[in-house]
């Protein structure tokens, strides 16, 4: 019996070879489609589950509410947290802190770039990242060992072994140097993890070598691997009364700062899961690789289950159109006394079928479009990673279901057909049934709806990158300076200025604590009538004006010939007045600002700049104060450089020429401003260009099946259209009856799909303070290019038909 319908049903798609190749095309695509994305959402979601105790393994936050309400969460803690913790909960078996360290290393006389993190002794007791050579248990016990990954190691040793063991590294800060033994050779380092470095190094080195001190700021991550069958919900209880002791007197410092409302409650430290890490917000700074917005994953299934359903609903509606003659068929066979659930086992045989000749050529669709989906993502998935077992069990599976899907309304209605009817006639689905036209408006409606995300996501992008962000950000180089003392920035911006200024290509030279992408520095204080105050802190230069073209509306700006600018004035922005309903800001004391702080007096704001965006357009404008305080730097910090168009690459030339003759051991690393500015909408370019294939995808695959649907229409009223041109009917009349019809479910998908893509559109705007328009011309536009493809599509074959010969068509009847 199996044989007989494999028979049968190869012989269907023989003797209908164009509307299988329609079936086969349209769900290898959708297949293809499915398979890279659940690839990428797969990917995503299997973050940190490589370690072998990551279910006990959970991160430590601090969970504060500001005086505003909300909830703010942190992943950085302090330092001394730790061993507090340590001494205090048994329920802890291993704790370990991360942090960032230097990422300059001397090597045989060349200077490179590493990603160095340190960590206590007990790293490699919480997470599961093996050696290649060394031993995990000691090789982080002294602190002047390190340990490599291996491709540092091959990249600075010419190997990845225990060769490698006893070598030497020297770490450079600065002005100090040191020297440290390698210990031992990690194996690669999954991409799937969230902890990505080159060299670990032992905590112990963070007090001398990092920051000088060890307090209660947050600095560190800190993670915490539980005891067997210790609860993490019991543990998080038991922290109130710990932090109420050994952090209270932080917890006043953060609230007379401004920024912790009052209440027990409003300062708290919480757990979050290794295996949520990859898949929840930001948690502001953090060391880890940023995570991925789940909501996005499900916007990515809910796009490759859409192309998928439009290729499903292409083979239904292909099975509609062509049910006339698969009734009679229906019909013969019941007449010779086959059973209704034959007959279902071998129309849903047949779309199985189809699906399995679709799934080889989906997997060959997928791996041509590998590269550019690697590009589009940012991530290097292979071949293999395709068609792993698990990959291509899912991917059978999937066949299977699509094919069951596909078959379902054919093997359903068309069985169910009686002989006599059937036989005599009377059974028709197609022509103007609604299932059919309604598949039809829902195909298009998807199609339309992606088409108006992507034009709406153009738009915002655009306007993003073109809006006026109150400064000149064209023509600026960003070069981020080593740890320095206080005067040897002055020196260098002395050399800088007298070897680069001046000459061809170089307009000015400024330096600033932060560049914008590039860090920043948030400042609090309450003022003495209680108002809290929390600004975005910038240190400036003499020349920071002009070199960055912001605008001056209300005072001056700091002024050589005025000494005391530098420690006793600020410049605020329009932000900050608005923001502290200061009616004349110029001359204002800023009295909360005393000696706590490090200006040392309360300084006087001397003027008002016009807003500009120091971060993304995802957020307003926020409250800044520009100062010029020589301490406030402190050590960190970059040079900004405007330069002339004419010639870059030898302005270039220049500027590297000149950072040798300053940093003679220092790598000449830039960026310009603009291209930094810009990175920020990454996420919004990797998204416009998702919805852009995707919207290509679900077209195409859409016009496939109206391309089927047209042709089987046509075939079916060619004597009507013979006899309408014996009569005396145009060809463009006859091709217009023909694509009418196709026409109005094209409108009528527009008019469905307008108000679900303004709705979405407008909820995804809504992250960004300043937004494109939302108007009716998007829509328009996406619904005027639906029904020119749509009559495109339907076009060819009407004319074919209003051209074709009446008398071979009344004669072939």
């Not at 670990?200 to 209660?216: C, K, P, Q």
């Not at 600002?593 to 926020?622: M, Q």
């Not at 996420?683 to 995808?697: G, H």
């Amino acid at each position: 019996m199996l044989k007989n319908y494999l028979r049968v049903a190869l012989r269907n798609v023989r003797r209908q070879r164009g509307y299988a190749a329609i079936n086969v095309f349209g769900l290898a695509l959708g297949m293809a489609c499915c398979l890279l994305i659940l690839t990428l959402v797969r990917h995503e979601w299997s973050y940190d589950r490589f370690h072998a105790r990551g279910e006990r393994i959970h991160r430590v936050l601090i969970q504060e509410t500001p005086p505003g309400g909300g909830v703010e969460y942190r992943s950085l803690t302090p330092p001394d947290l730790a061993p507090a913790m340590d001494a205090s909960f048994p329920a802890v078996e291993h704790l370990t802190r991360v942090v960032l360290g230097p990422r300059e290393f001397r090597l045989d006389e060349d200077l490179v770039s590493e990603g160095l993190m340190m960590v206590d002794s007990t790293f490699f007791d919480v997470f599961t990242f093996p050696l290649l050579a060394g031993d995990a248990a000691t090789a982080l016990d002294d602190p002047q060992h390190v340990v490599l990954t291996d491709e540092s190691a091959e990249r600075h040793f010419g190997a990845a072994d225990a060769s490698v063991l006893g070598r030497t590294i020297t770490v450079e800060d600065g002005d100090e140097t040191r020297d440290f033994t390698v210990s031992g050779v990690l194996a690669p380092i999954p991409e799937t993890s969230s902890l990505q470095f080159d060299v670990l190094m032992s905590f112990r080195n963070y007090e001398t070598l990092y920051v000088g001190s060890n307090d209660w700021g947050g600095r560190t991550s800190l993670y915490v691997l539980m005891a067997e069958g210790q609860s993490p919900a019991a543990l998080e209880a038991a922290f109130p009364p710990f932090t109420a002791t050994q952090m209270a007197e932080r917890i006043e410092e953060r609230r007379a700062s401004g920024f912790l409302a009052d209440g027990a409650d409003a300062f708290r430290l919480v757990l979050q899961p290794l295996a949520r890490l990859h898949v929840e917000p930001d948690r502001g700074v953090t060391y880890e690789v940023t995570p991925f917005d789940p909501k996005y994953g499900y916007v990515l299934l809910a796009i490759a289950g859409l192309v998928l359903a439009i290729a499903c609903i292409n083979f239904i509606t292909l099975s509609l159109g062509r049910s006339t003659t698969r009734a009679r068929e229906v019909g013969v066979r019941k007449a010779l006394g086959a059973q209704r659930g034959q007959l279902q086992r071998q129309f849903w045989g047949e779309a199985i079928l189809l699906s399995a000749i679709a799934l080889p050529l989906g997997l060959g669709l997928a791996a041509l479009a590998l590269p550019t989906f690697n590009t589009l993502t940012g991530k290097t998935f292979t071949l293999a990673g395709l068609t792993d077992p698990l990959s291509l069990a899912a991917m059978v599976g999937l066949a299977v279901l699509v094919g069951l899907a596909a078959g379902s309304y054919p093997s359903v209605v068309l069985a169910r057909f009686q002989p006599t009817e059937v036989l005599r006639g009377g059974a028709k689905v197609s022509g103007k049934n609604p299932l059919a036209r309604g598949l039809v408006v829902a195909q298009y409606a998807v199609s339309v709806a992606l088409i108006a995300c992507t034009l709406v996501m153009y738009r915002q992008v655009d306007f993003l990158l073109n809006r006026d962000l109150g400064f000149d950000a064209e023509q600026v180089v960003v070069l981020q300076t080593p740890r320095l003392t206080t005067a040897q920035e002055r020196h260098v911006l002395d050399v800088f200025r007298q070897e680069a200024v001046g000459r061809a290509g170089v307009v000015n030279v400024v330096k600033t604590g932060y560049s914008f992408t590039r860090g920043g520095d948030t400042y609090g204080w309450t003022e003495p009538d209680g108002t809290n105050y929390e600004v975005h802190n910038v240190g400036v230069d003499h020349d920071y004006l002009d070199v960055m073209g912001m605008q001056l509306v209300a005072g001056r700006w700091f002024s050589p010939e005025m000494p005391s600018d530098s420690t006793g004035s600020v410049v605020v922005n329009e932000a900050f007045v608005r923001t502290y309903g200061l009616e004349e800001p110029v001359g204002h004391v800023l009295a909360g600002l005393d000696t706590t702080s490090f200006f040392g007096t309360p300084p006087t704001i001397i003027g008002v700049v016009r807003d500009f965006n120091f971060s993304s357009l995802r957020e307003e404008v926020a409250p800044a104060m520009l100062n010029m305080h020589p301490g406030y730097y402190m050590g960190m910090g970059a040079l900004l450089v405007r330069i002339r168009p004419e010639d870059v690459p030898g302005t270039m030339a220049l500027l590297e020429a000149t950072w040798e003759g300053v940093f003679p051991d220092k790598p000449f690393a830039f960026s310009f401003l603009d291209e930094d500015l810009d990175a920020q909408y990454e996420d919004e370019r990797r998204w416009r260009a998702i919805l852009t294939d995707s919207a290509a995808l679900a077209v195409l695959v859409a016009c496939l099946g109206l391309f089927g649907l047209a042709t089987l229409a046509v075939a079916k009223r060619r004597k009507e259209l013979g006899v309408r041109k014996v009569l005396g009917a145009r060809s463009g009349s006859l091709a217009l009856l023909v694509a009418r019809e196709f026409v109005a479910l094209v409108l009528v998908a527009v008019l469905i799909a307008a108000p679900v893509s303004y709705l979405a559109m407008d909820r995804w705007l809504e992250g960004f303070a300043y937004r494109t328009p939302l108007g009716p011309g998007v829509f328009f536009i996406a619904g005027a290019l639906a029904l020119v493809i749509a009559l495109l599509t339907v076009s060819t074959q009407a004319l074919r038909a209003a051209a074709a010969d009446p008398v071979k068509a009344l004669r072939s009847e």
